[in-house]
C-alpha cells in the first residue's frame, strides 16, 4: 500500500550519503528514519528555544 506521506527529494555528496547510511545502520534504523529521527530532533530544539510552532505560524509563512 503506498505511503499518502509527503516526500522530499535530497540531492548531497555520495560521501555524505554514505557516511550517513552508516551513521543509520549503526543506530538500526533505515536513512528515512534516521533522517525523521534527526528533524524531529531539530524541531524540538527550536521550539524548546523559540516556542511551539502552530499550524498558524506555517500559514503565515506560506503568504
Known sequence: MPSKLPQFTLRIPQEQMD??????????????????HLIKK??????????????EDIKNLKK
Do not use: P
Open 19 to 36: 557516511k550517513f547510511r552508516y551513521i543509520a545502520e549503526y543506530n538500526a534504523r533505515s536513512c528515512n528514519r534516521e533522517l525523521e
Open 42 to 55: 531539530q524541531i524540538d530544539e527550536f521550539e524548546k528555544e523559540h516556542g511551539k510552532i502552530l499550524k
